[in-house]
C-alpha cells in the first residue's frame, strides 16, 4: 500500500496569492502544443503551415477549453446545482472541468478559425490531434498533485491511501490516465500523423483513442459522489465516451474512402 504524498496544491507562493499546480499543468499543456506545432511547421515548410498560424490555434483551443470545459461540467455533471446558483458557473477557482466539454469548445475553436483562415476544418483538426495528448496528460498530472479524482478502492500492491477519502487504498486512476490519455495517446498519434494520412484519419485516431482509454479507466476510477453510476453500471465519463469511439470509427471509415490527404 502505497501513501499520497500530499503535496502543497499551491506551487508558488506570492504572499496572499498563490499559484496552483493545476494552473502550471494547464500552462504546460498550452505551451507544449505551441512548441510542437512549430517544430512540427518548420519540418515541412512546405505544408501551407505558418507558425503565426499556431499562435492563432492555441488562442481559439484556449478559448474553447476554458469555456467548454467549464460549460461541459456544468451541463454535463451538475446542472439542477448551477441552475439555481448560476452565478457560480464563473467560479472556475472552485474547480469543476469536463474533458468532453472542453473537446467540444476546441472543436468550436477550430471551426472559427478555419473560417478566419480559409481553410479546410478537418485538416486543421488533424495537425491539431497529435499536439493534444500532452496537455491532457499535464491535466491529470494536476490531478494527482492535487489528491483529486481517485479511482475505486483495491487490494492492489500499488493502491495509495489520499488524503481526503476513506482511509483505504484506492486505484490511482489519475495516473493511469496520465499514461495511456497522455503518453500512450501521444506516442501513437505522432507516429501515426508522421506519415501522409487520409483526410479526417488523424482525428478519427484521436477519438477511438481518446475514447477507449477513457472508457477503460473509468472501471477503476471513482464515480462523482453526486452521481454515481448511470444505467447499465456505467459512469458519466463511460457515457461521454462511446460516443466519441463510435463517431471515430466512423470517420476512420470514411476517411479511406475519400481518398484525400491530410
Keep these: 500500500m502505497l501513501i499520497h504524498p500530499q503535496l502543497d496544491p499551491v506551487a508558488i507562493h506570492l504572499g496572499p496569492l498563490g499559484i496552483h499546480w493545476y494552473g502550471l499543468m494547464y500552462l504546460l499543456g498550452f505551451l507544449s502544443l505551441l512548441w510542437l506545432g512549430k517544430w512540427r511547421v518548420r519540418r515541412n515548410p512546405q505544408s501551407g503551415w505558418k507558425e503565426s498560424d499556431i499562435d492563432d490555434i492555441l488562442f481559439y483551443g484556449a478559448l474553447g ?15 439542477v446545482y448551477y441552475l439555481g446558483h448560476p452565478l457560480e458557473i464563473l467560479a472556475l477557482w472552485q474547480g469543476g472541468m469536463s474533458f468532453h466539454g472542453g473537446f467540444l469548445g476546441v472543436l468550436a475553436g477550430m471551426l472559427v478559425f478555419a473560417r478566419k483562415t480559409g481553410k479546410r476544418w478537418l485538416n486543421i483538426m488533424d495537425f491539431v490531434a497529435p499536439l493534444v495528448p500532452i496537455g491532457l496528460g499535464a491535466g491529470r498530472m494536476g490531478n494527482f498533485i492535487n489528491g483529486e ?69 473509468e472501471f477503476t476510477r471513482e464515480p462523482d459522489s453526486f452521481l454515481g453510476l448511470l444505467a447499465m453500471g456505467m459512469s458519466m465519463g463511460q457515457w461521454l465516451s462511446l460516443p466519441m469511439v463510435l463517431a471515430g470509427i466512423g470517420m476512420l471509415l470514411w476517411s479511406g474512402r475519400t481518398g484525400a490527404k491530410s
Design 65 to 79: 477549453v476554458i469555456l467548454g470545459g467549464r460549460l461541459g461540467y456544468v451541463i454535463f455533471y451538475q446542472p
Design 149 to 217: 479524482l481517485w479511482g475505486r478502492t483495491t487490494d492492489v500492491p500499488w493502491g495509495m491511501v489520499f488524503q481526503h477519502s476513506d482511509g483505504l487504498p484506492r486505484h490511482p486512476s489519475q495516473l493511469y490516465e496520465f499514461g495511456l490519455e497522455g503518453i500512450v495517446l501521444f506516442t501513437l498519434l505522432w507516429w501515426y500523423s508522421s506519415k501522409p494520412r487520409p483526410i479526417g484519419a488523424v482525428s478519427a485516431l484521436f477519438l477511438i483513442g481518446y475514447g477507449t482509454f477513457r472508457f477503460l479507466v
